[in-house]
């Protein structure tokens, strides 16, 4: 569980730095972005996890506690490289966030640990706040807590070495 506590200083983070909004930017940074790619699937937040953890096989850790907003368990996986929280909805576990911190994976754009800030500019242009090591995009309102974001966390060479990917709240 020692990344949940980063998840969640991630999205503090994130929502400190104002996440950027791309309306009126070049419009290459939309919510069908938030999501990463395993082979020629794509897996967003917002779906069911069963896929994702199939595509990612069974070497996890697993932890859970209750919601206090919904009838279930909030569910975290732990691999090696990324970590997913899901939250109960209908009766299914729902992808609420996916951090990346190692490894191949990358979004559904193709940038991963190891792509540069320019990559990542080409891939989802420019429509982002910086602050500091952190860039962001909103699919919504900037800075609304509502709206799902896109996060990268930049090394001091301007190469992405985290990347969060938060979906919006169920309603």
């Known amino acids: 569980m020692k990344r949940w506590g980063l998840g969640i200083l991630v999205v503090l983070l994130l929502l400190a ?3 950027g909004s791309n309306a009126g930017g070049d419009g290459t940074f ?3 972005d938030l999501a990463i790619r395993i082979g020629d699937r794509q897996f967003k937040v917002g779906e069911p996890v069963d896929g994702l953890l199939s595509a990612l096989g069974g ?3 697993y932890f859970e506690q ?3 907003s919904y009838d279930g368990l909030d569910k975290s996986y732990e691999y090696e490289t990324v970590q997913i929280h899901t939250v109960p ?4 576990d729902l992808i609420a966030e996916i951090y990346l911190f190692g490894g191949a994976l990358q979004t559904a754009k193709n940038i991963g640990i190891g792509s540069t800030r320019a990559e990542v500019e080409a891939a989802y242009g420019t429509g982002y706040v910086k602050e500091e090591s952190e860039m962001a995009y909103w699919a919504g309102k900037k800075g609304d ?3 799902p974001c ?3 966390f930049l090394d001091a060479k301007d190469v992405v070495s985290e990347l969060v990917i938060v979906g919006k ?3």
């Open 66 to 68: 209750q919601n206090p």
């Open 89 to 92: 909805f209908e009766g299914k």
């Open 17 to 19: 730095a104002g996440c």
């Open 30 to 32: 939309s919510e069908q």
């Open 59 to 61: 070497d996890f850790e």
């Open 145 to 147: 807590a509502n709206s």
């Open 150 to 152: 896109l996060g990268f």
């Open 169 to 171: 709240p169920l309603e």
